[in-house]
């Protein structure tokens, strides 16, 4: 299996860890990721709020470079901001011949059009459960994540507006994929509760109270009382978004103080999909760049290096 | 289409207004988006109240109220909306045409997105660290940075941040100056 790559701005920025682990992970499970050459940034969240016409070229130059470059191959993409971007430019565009003409109008200088001769603009989440499949993953876990709970949270852009691989109501796709590493699902209802986005930088006051809460619900204890090692909630929450990941991670003690409610909250680490499957293929904390995340648990650090099942063992033949 | 250079500002507003409003006449105000939204709380009008205000046709109390800026583009209230209307598009529609008739009123708001889109044409990909200093010093307040000193001195710290990556310099400028002369046609 080969892809286009698209990474994104983030992930040669502040998301760095996103980036390596995508790709190390993927060459691990034997896809082949080619970068689309000259890539520039998607427009962001940024583009449609200041110009129409740079939101439908931003998103349509990377993917004529692709088609250019790459003709026929699917987009792979990490970012859930870059993918929502890059995938409804692909559908207005093909839904509506005057959006082509108008956006192919706006990419002409540089000798660029965008046919739609390129393949699907792909997740990396639907990638790996669709393509690759939990069973292949399943088949490359050398340290599973025994003893590990894990809230999967996936956001808003990879669910919204477009119903493609999972339910934007009751999201799931990231559980066959945590479950084959071994890891246990914490039972929430917030996966698919948007973080704020970049109300963080324009009203931190509003952004706060959406990542205080969806903090809370990781930690909580599961509504049944399956308590569980972390004292009940999860060890770590999952993410597929630079986006989400930032807000989460670099803004837990001041959305735990402030963030509404009042409600004292605990530290969770957060983390993004790729680079647990890495630690679970045997990659180490270094080879994820686990040292460029902000809010790392010591609980979470002793798990990863005592995992439950030996622990156990441990006492039982003390 | 010809016809958009020749005749270009004036009414652009007005039609994008038209526009607008013709996507939400269908609402029937069921309050489903306001139900759904995440941000509801913060803002002075709720989704529904903000495409009645506009359907009753009083722009200046819907661009006043600025609702549109609490928006965080979780698309809850497109996915949700009975109709089908394209509710987070409006709002992003709003956010362009409270910058371009009130930019006295859009405050610090505009500029943010307006800072990002300047990085994205300098560098032709975002450089945090350039949009961070520029935010700053365009919003001109004092306490600003320090609301994001610490986020920014732990970043530092683990090695997040660094200087402006120039392989892309300059790379969008021709689109940029392109798009500007086609005017908004949504
Ligand atoms: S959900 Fe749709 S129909 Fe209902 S109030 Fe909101 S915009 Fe109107
Ligand atoms: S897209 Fe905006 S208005 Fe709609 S639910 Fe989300 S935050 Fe609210």
Redesign the pocket.
């Given at each position: 299996m080969k892809y286009a790559y698209y990474p994104g701005c983030s992930l040669r920025e502040s998301a760095q860890e996103f980036d390596v682990s995508v790709r190390a992970v993927m060459e691990r499970l034997g896809t082949e990721i080619e970068e689309i050459p000259d890539w520039t940034c998607c427009g962001a969240s940024a583009a449609e709020s200041v110009d129409h016409n740079l939101s439908l070229a931003l998103p349509a130059r990377n993917l004529a470079l692709a088609e250019k470059a790459m003709p026929g191959l699917d987009v792979l993409v990490p970012c859930s901001a870059c993918y929502l971007n890059l995938l409804k430019l692909q559908r207005n565009v093909l839904a509506d011949k005057s959006v082509m003409a108008q956006t192919n109008a706006l990419l002409g200088d540089e000798g660029l059009a965008y046919t739609g001769k390129t393949g699907r603009v792909r997740h990396l989440l639907d990638v790996l459960l669709n393509d690759i499949g939990p069973e292949a993953v399943r088949a490359k876990v050398e340290k599973p994540l025994h003893g590990l709970t894990v809230a999967p949270y996936y956001g808003c852009q990879i669910l919204r507006p477009y119903r493609v691989f999972d339910d934007p109501e009751r999201p799931s796709s990231m559980e066959p994929i945590l479950s084959a590493l071994g890891a246990a699902i914490h039972p929430w209802t917030m996966g698919g509760r948007c973080c704020g986005a970049s109300l963080m930088a324009t009203h931190k006051e509003a952004a706060l109270v959406s990542v205080g809460e969806i903090l809370r619900a990781a930690a909580a204890a599961p509504p049944d009382g399956q308590e569980d090692e972390a004292g009940g909630g999860a060890d770590v929450i999952a993410t597929v978004c630079p986006m989400c990941q930032m807000n989460l991670d670099a803004y837990q003690k001041q959305a735990l103080r402030e963030g509404g409610l009042g409600v004292a909250g605990r530290p969770v680490t957060v983390l993004y999909l790729s680079q647990l499957i890495g630690l679970a293929f045997g990659l180490s904390a270094q080879q994820v760049l686990l040292e460029k995340n902000l809010a790392v648990t010591e609980a979470f650090r002793e798990k990863l290096v005592h995992p439950k099942e030996l622990s156990t063992a441990a006492v039982t033949t003390a | 289409m010809k016809t958009d250079q020749t005749h270009p500002a004036p009414d652009e507003p007005t039609l994008a207004m038209d526009a607008i409003r013709k996507s939400?006449q269908?609402?029937?105000?069921?309050?489903?988006?306001?139900a759904?939204c995440p941000n509801a709380f913060a803002m002075a009008t709720t989704?529904?109240e903000l495409?009645r205000l506009l359907q009753l046709g009083f722009v200046d109390d819907a661009l006043a109220a600025g609702s549109f800026w609490m928006c965080s583009s979780c698309y809850t209230?497109t996915l949700?909306?009975?109709?089908g209307?394209p509710?987070t598009e409006v709002m992003a529609a709003l956010r362009r045409l409270a910058a371009r008739c009130h930019p006295e009123k859009t405050g610090d708001n505009a500029t943010f997105y307006k800072t990002f889109l300047d990085n994205v044409r300098t560098y032709g990909r975002v450089q945090e660290s350039a949009l961070m200093t520029s935010y700053f010093l365009t919003m001109k307040s004092p306490t600003l940075p320090f609301a994001f000193l610490p986020l920014g001195l732990r970043l530092l710290g683990k090695g997040k941040l660094h200087g402006p990556s120039g392989t892309q310099k300059g790379r969008l400028e021709g689109l940029f100056n392109h798009a500007a002369t086609q005017g908004d046609r949504t």
């Open positions: - | 939400l269908p609402c029937m105000q069921c309050g489903t988006c306001s759904s989704p529904r495409w209230c949700r909306c009975p109709r209307l509710l």
